[in-house]
């Protein structure tokens, strides 16, 4: 039995809705991932921010961001985030979550405990677990 809490990453890189844009795609490549949960202040997942957001957006990021002139950086995630985030439950079973994914195309989705985020599985990560040795 695959169990959602055995395979999801606990250490998450979370970002705020006021964090500047260009914090974020710092964070991405930096850390070597593809999107970050948006968390308010207590942990409650307000929203996701990934590649694909802020490359949907380039024609207003180049009115909003110029390279090495912090005083016109004024993109922050909460203008580029998708605000309705699909979520799963850390109790929810492991099989409804790799449907999920794959329907939906997603490359992560975010775990939650009691309506605080906790982790965030992703396709890669349930790979990673179906390959090691029992």
């Keep these: 039995m695959f169990e ?10 979370t970002v705020k809705k006021q964090t500047p844009i260009s914090r974020v795609m710092e964070i991405l490549l930096e850390n070597d991932v593809t999107g970050l ?15 694909k957001d802020i490359l949907k957006s380039l024609p207003d990021l180049e009115t ?6 912090s005083q016109h950086n004024s993109a922050m995630v909460e203008d580029f985030m998708a605000k309705e985030v699909v979520s799963f439950d850390q109790e929810e079973d492991l099989i409804a979550i790799c449907e999920c994914l794959i329907k939906n195309n997603f490359r ?8 605080k985020l906790v982790g965030i599985i992703s396709r890669r990560d349930i790979i990673k677990y179906i390959l090691e040795p029992i």
């Design 108 to 115: 992560r989705v975010p775990i939650l405990a009691k309506g």
């Design 64 to 69: 909003k961001i110029l390279p090495n002139d």
């Design 4 to 13: 959602t809490k055995a395979i999801m990453t606990t250490d998450v890189l």
């Design 37 to 51: 949960p948006v968390v308010d202040d207590d942990m409650s997942l307000i929203g996701i921010i990934t590649e």
